[in-house]
């Protein structure tokens, strides 16, 4: 059978494998065409059930995108890898510099999704182009199933920040009151400081003039001292030309 209305993306195949057949090193990374990786003999089959796919996805309501050379299924948002290509059985080499040569069976594979959520489905007694409403609605299931995971995740890492913030807003409460704390300590220790340092010049001063030795020069070094108590002194803060610079 013929391809009949191909889709777009159809077309855009064709007219790039007939452009690769005219130019032998011509490639287009930005064209979008259909994943396709089959002997040469296999294309056009391989071209009409891809073809036939895309139309009934497009008609679901689905949509395609290609990424980094890779071509996705989009259904909700949901991207699922698309691949179509020819499976290869191995025989033992008729060359000496290999051990074993891949022969095409005429079989197809087709994939979809990446790694642990792929999906295969080959050729059987029951070919691809049979399977192709199972094919779309595993295809729906699986995104519908991705979906709903996601928005676990999605609540599941709201939760986590969540709690984690309540974590931080709790260090921080705890880090501004340690400060706190310490300004306090560092501030009564100044006070106790500054306190101690008035009694001693008190008795010093007392000293002085239970042995009448109050000596000009002796007040003028307790009233220093006593200015300098008043600067150390938190509750006063008295200011100092010189500690202040």
């Not at 259909?34 to 071209?47: C, F, G, T, Y």
């Not at 000293?207 to 008043?230: F, V």
């Amino acid at each position: 059978p013929r391809l009949v209305n191909p889709d777009k993306l159809t077309i855009q195949t064709q007219e790039y494998w007939e452009r690769e057949k005219k130019e032998r090193y011509y490639r287009d990374d930005a064209k979008v065409i259909l994943p396709i990786r089959v002997e040469k003999n296999n294309k056009e089959r391989a071209l009409r059930f891809m073809d036939a796919l895309v139309k009934l996805l497009k008609y679901k309501g689905h949509s395609f995108v290609k990424k980094n050379h890779e071509f996705f299924i989009v259904v909700d948002k949901i991207e699922m890898l698309l691949d179509l290509r020819e499976a290869k059985t191995r025989v033992p080499s008729t060359s000496a510099n290999t051990t074993s040569d891949y022969i095409p069976t005429g079989e197809f594979i087709l994939k979809i999704g990446q790694y642990y959520k792929g999906k295969e489905w080959r050729d059987g007694k029951i070919k691809l182009e049979d399977l192709l409403p199972n094919i779309v609605a595993k295809i729906e299931i699986d995104a519908e199933a991705e979906k709903a995971q996601n928005e676990e995740n999605r609540k599941h890492w709201l939760k986590w920040e969540e709690a984690e913030q309540i974590k931080k807003d709790a260090k921080r409460r705890v880090d501004e009151e340690i400060e706190k704390f310490n300004k306090l300590l560092q501030t009564s220790e100044k006070f106790s400081k500054a306190q101690l340092i008035r009694q001693y010049v008190e008795a010093v001063k007392q000293k002085a003039i239970a042995e009448n030795n109050l000596t000009t020069e002796k007040q003028e070094w307790i009233d220093w001292s006593n200015d300098k108590a008043d600067w150390y002194d938190p509750t006063i803060n008295k200011s100092d030309e010189l500690l202040d610079m």
